[in-house]
């Protein structure tokens, strides 16, 4: 199914405490070992951090926009109406919230496929004295930005251009680095959450390189895991 999500026991349980958490609904105990949990774990820390920054903005959000609603109507309409707006409102609040959550888990399953299937996508030639030392060295910074998380946007533009002309009938500069250029334009397009576009460039990678060769079958556990 096209962008299923997988999530763990662990994560919905840890998910679970956090919302709690949140809320000040846990017990002194609770509390001392969520926070101790936090200290020790740093991908928790930063999962922690992101839930409380999508809250607190979504909060400021539906806060603003059930304002902005209410006074429309407070003059002007009967108490019934004006449950109602009260009531829609919070069904908006509701709807981001879902919307926001859905994006977030997305996001992680994104960067988690991303960091499985993007290990090490560099070129290790030794560039001393060769030829394509410019060549290398610019990919080898493209792949660094995928890495990094550095100028994605630019860097998949780069990217673009360079799987394209890799393809091309005529040999050329980046023929030789076709295969890691697509996999770096891979692993680009799932760390910013565009599968189709991910799916795409696996493939033409598929097509390109043939069906049983090693890229080709990178491609198609990478297209099992994005479907």
Wanted: proline share 1%; aromatic share 8%; charged share 30%.
């Amino acid at each position: 199914m096209q962008n299923e999500i997988h999530i763990t026991d662990e994560e919905i349980e840890f998910d679970d405490i956090l919302m709690r958490y949140l809320r000040n609904e846990l017990s002194t105990e609770e509390e001392r070992k969520f926070v101790e949990l936090l200290e020790s774990d740093p991908d928790k820390k930063a999962r922690a951090a992101a839930v409380a920054r999508l809250i607190k903005g979504l909060k400021n959000h539906a806060k603003a926009e059930d304002n902005k609603i209410v006074e429309t109507f407070k003059a002007k309409q009967p108490k019934t109406v004006k449950l109602f707006v009260r009531i829609l409102a919070a069904a908006v609040i509701v709807g981001f919230g879902l919307f926001f959550g859905f994006k977030f888990y997305n996001n992680a399953e994104n960067q988690k496929i991303a960091a499985e299937f993007g290990k090490e996508i560099t070129i290790s030639e030794n560039m001393r004295g060769s030829s394509d030392e410019d060549i290398i060295n610019e990919l080898n910074s493209l792949f660094s930005n995928v890495e990094k998380d550095t100028d994605l946007n630019n860097t998949i533009a780069k990217l673009e251009s360079l799987w394209q002309q890799s393809r091309s009938e005529i040999f050329n500069d980046y023929t030789n680095y076709s295969t890691n250029i697509g996999k770096a334009l891979t692993i680009a397009y799932i760390k910013n959450n565009d599968r189709k576009a991910a799916e795409k460039v696996l493939n033409q990678m598929i097509e390109t390189f043939g069906a049983e060769s090693p890229a080709s079958n990178w491609a198609e556990k990478v297209l099992e895991r994005i479907k």
